[in-house]
Nanobody, 126 residues
Framework: HVQLVESGGGSVQVGGSLNLSCTASGYTSERYCMGWFRQAPGKERKGVAGIARYGTTTYAESVKGRFTISKDNAKITVYLQLNSLKPEDTAMYYC?????????????????????WGQGTQVTVS
């Protein structure tokens, strides 16, 4: 049984920074992508950033240059550094695991492609 536990959300002023982390347990395969999605009230869940087991990263256009995803393979832990935060970054942020070597192939990440999800952590920018 795979479990994903996120931490690090909170409230921050415009232009501020946060660091999110997510650790997966119960997953032993070398084939995985870890991703971050976000969902604002009344909106669909969208991909923010993903990182595959062997280091390939993908970012949504709206966060490129501001957010950085990284990982620790030893613990299957993924981090998301959020810088230069804007009010439109306000959302619930979800960590997800896809049981594949790829986060996405030549297209944005899709929530439907991911197999396991965390509970979410709120990020509020004002």
């Amino acid at each position: 049984h795979v479990q994903l536990v996120e931490s690090g959300g909170g409230s921050v002023q415009v232009g501020g920074s946060l660091n999110l982390s997510c650790t997966a347990s119960g997953y032993t395969s070398e084939r995985y992508c870890m991703g971050w999605f976000r969902q604002a009230p009344g909106k669909e869940r969208k991909g923010v950033a993903g990182i595959a087991r062997y280091g390939t990263t993908t970012y949504a256009e709206s966060v490129k240059g501001r957010f950085t995803i990284s990982k620790d393979n030893a613990k299957i832990t993924v981090y998301l550094q959020l810088n230069s935060l804007k009010p439109e970054d306000t959302a619930m942020y979800y960590c997800a695991l896809r049981q594949s070597l790829y986060c996405a192939k030549r297209r944005p990440m899709r929530a439907a492609d991911f197999d396991d999800w965390g509970q979410g952590t709120q990020v509020t920018v004002s």
